[in-house]
Structures are given as structure tokens and as C-alpha cells.
């Protein structure tokens, strides 16, 4: 039995190792992954401020449109006062040249404020622009650099996975099995240490008698909390200096 449980602790430091390499690759594709959103997000909201741009222009052109009748108006109506016979027309055709002239100036300052939001959107435009293209440019390097680490990384795992291979194939079936499981539901760590009488998996205390059976290993010892398979691990010795 103790010869088993060894074959155990050794697939399990395999599969951390192998859990390892794979949380390596993980961060350094969420990595790249955070850079490109970081990248969509700023485009997106370059997408959103010249959409904004456009209907700010074209309510820039409906305004001026709209200054230009208003001025047209005010010019006809001075010219029609010289042929005006009575003092109402002349005093109808003074209030529409009022209310123009106002038209005229109301349009005037809605036009500079529309400029004034167009110019500041172009420059946070032409900014996000200008990141853009310098996070593109480091995260086209940082890929090729992942890219390189990533196939290094896959490298060492193929080797440790071929290791792993052959130890799984040296355990007998049942613990095999047990061990599997235990694997995919104990988030990848199916083999603990007993240290202080604690299950180093759940961190849980155990009974003093089973604490004995673990030591001795001569049967198999599942932890009765979290069921992950136990071994002895003996406390190592500090060394004082002289």
C-alpha cells in the first residue's frame, strides 16, 4: 500500500506541474486578452464620437441653413420698408425684422457652440487615435513575445506530460480511478499532506487515530471532510546555527 500511495504523491506533484503550466499560459493569454479589449473598447468609443461628430455637422448645416433664411428675411423686409404706406405695415414689418435679427443671433451662437463640440471631439478623437496606435503596437510585440513563451511552456508540458503517462499507467486501476476523480472535483489537488494532524486540502483537523493510519500507511486514508486521498509528510527539523 505504501508503495502506492508514493506512486500517488508522485502523479500528483505531475499534475500540479502540468496545472501549472497551463495557469501560465492562461495568464498570459488573458494578458494579451485585456490588451485587446483595452484596444476595442477605446475604438468603440472612437466609433461613438464621430457618429456624434456627424450629427453635430449636419445640425451645424440645418442651422446655418436655417441663419442664413433669417438674414435673407431681415434684408428683404428693410428693403420693403421704403415702399410701406402706413404706419401699421411699417411697425408689422419692424417686428419681423426684430425677431429675424434675434433669429440671426440666436443661430449665430448655436453654430460656434456646435463648432466648439466638434473641435473637442475631434481632439479626443485624434487622442484615442494616437493610444490606439501605440497599444497596438505593444501588443502586436507582447503577442509575439506570449506567442514564444507560449510554445516554450507547451514544450515543458508535453515532456512532464509523457512522465505523467507512465506513472498513471503504473498505478492500479482503483486508485487510478478514485484518484481521477478526486482530481476534477478537488480543483486539481486529489493528494494532500497531513501536517500537525491537518488535512493540507481542506486545512480541517483530524481524528488522532487516523492521524496513526496515515503514518502508517498501510491502507488507503481519505480525508473525512474533503475526501482527497492523505499522506504523512514529516515536520522538517530547523536548524540552529551555532
Do not use: W
Request: glycine share 2%; with cysteine; hydrophobic share 40%.
Amino acid at each position: 500500500m505504501k508503495e502506492e500511495i508514493l506512486k500517488l504523491i508522485k502523479l500528483q506533484a505531475i499534475d500540479s506541474e502540468i496545472a501549472g503550466f497551463d495557469l501560465a499560459i492562461a495568464k498570459h493569454r488573458a494578458a494579451i486578452a485585456g490588451r485587446e479589449q483595452a484596444i476595442t473598447e477605446k475604438q468603440e468609443s472612437i466609433a461613438h464620437f464621430r457618429t456624434k461628430i456627424e450629427l453635430l455637422n449636419q445640425k451645424q448645416l440645418e442651422t446655418k441653413a436655417e441663419h442664413d433664411e433669417a438674414g435673407a428675411r431681415v434684408k428683404d423686409r428693410q428693403n420693403k420698408m421704403m415702399q410701406v404706406q402706413t404706419s401699421r405695415e411699417h411697425q408689422a414689418l419692424l417686428k419681423e425684422i426684430e425677431e429675424n435679427k434675434r433669429l440671426v443671433k440666436e443661430t449665430e451662437d448655436r453654430i460656434l457652440q456646435f463648432i466648439e463640440q466638434i473641435e473637442q471631439l475631434e481632439q479626443e478623437v485624434a487622442t484615442l487615435e494616437n493610444l490606439c496606435a501605440g497599444e497596438q503596437q505593444v501588443l502586436d510585440e507582447e503577442r509575439e513575445h506570449v506567442d514564444e513563451e507560449i510554445k516554450r511552456i507547451d514544450a515543458a508540458k508535453h515532456s512532464v506530460a509523457s512522465q505523467r503517462e507512465a506513472e498513471a499507467s503504473a498505478l492500479q486501476g482503483p486508485y487510478l480511478k478514485r484518484y481521477t476523480m478526486l482530481l476534477a472535483k478537488r480543483d486539481g489537488l486529489a493528494v494532500v499532506a497531513v501536517n500537525d494532524s491537518v488535512c493540507q486540502g481542506c486545512y480541517m483537523a483530524l481524528p488522532p487515530q487516523q492521524v496513526i493510519e496515515v503514518r502508517k500507511a498501510e491502507k488507503f486514508n481519505l480525508c473525512p471532510t474533503c475526501q482527497r486521498i492523505l499522506y504523512y509528510k514529516e515536520a522538517e527539523e530547523t536548524v540552529v546555527e551555532p
